[in-house]
């Protein structure tokens, strides 16, 4: 008897030592990962944000403004929930998720006549060296010297703010890039992605994304 209100005990014990784990699987805030990861770059320095503040420098002059308006729940310390503003707002925005536990996409809008839109060409060099010249991101808010060496620093390539023949800005960056600045000016900048354009040739030009 004395052996079977043992076996009671210690089977009770284990089921009371497994509710505490699954209540402290609760408790302690964690949550299940959902796929695939959204992952966030900073849009001044171009490494993830909780890499930033390793630049003291950079990190208080133009790293921390960024985050402040698009990620800062990665510093909660600096920006808590209901400081107001825009930090307050973007953090709303990364709240919506619809029933997958993914972010709504919103339908992509139409270009009007008339309206700025962003290009990226291919430029051959002598000496057959390839650069993708991206023209018209300063008319969506971008300073083109920032998102120059965010390029630079992405790509692992020379980047720099040029004028074409027409003397528009431009930024030219090295080698074919034209997708995966696309991507990065969407993601990024928040360029409408229905004004980003590729030119296939001097003459044909394409949806980034159809």
């Not at 709240?95 to 993914?102: L, M, P, R, Y």
Request: net charge negative.
């Amino acid at each position: 008897m004395s052996d079977l209100s043992d076996i009671e005990s210690l089977d009770g014990g284990s089921a009371a030592h497994s509710d505490v784990e699954e209540q402290g699987a609760v408790d302690d805030g964690t949550a299940a990962v959902s796929y695939p990861l959204h992952v966030v770059y900073c849009g001044n320095c171009g490494l993830p944000p909780e890499y930033c503040e390793f630049d003291a420098k950079e990190f208080e002059a133009r790293c921390k403004p960024w985050i402040a308006s698009n990620c800062p729940w990665v510093y909660p310390d600096l920006f808590p929930k209901g400081s107001g503003g825009a930090v307050e707002e973007n953090m709303k925005q990364l709240d919506i998720q619809d029933a997958d536990g993914e972010e709504p996409k919103e339908k992509p809008g139409k270009k009007k006549k008339g309206d700025p839109e962003v290009l990226l060409a291919l430029s051959t060099k002598k000496g057959r060296k390839s650069a993708t010249v991206i023209t018209g991101a300063d008319l969506f808010g971008i300073k083109l010297d920032e998102a120059a060496k965010m390029f630079k620093k992405r790509f692992a390539c020379g980047c720099a703010v040029t004028k074409n023949a027409q003397q528009q800005d431009t930024i030219e960056v090295q080698g074919d890039q034209r997708r995966e600045a696309a991507e990065l000016l969407r993601d990024q900048y928040n360029v409408p992605e229905y004004v980003i354009f590729i030119m296939e040739d001097k003459k044909s030009k394409v949806r980034a994304f159809p």
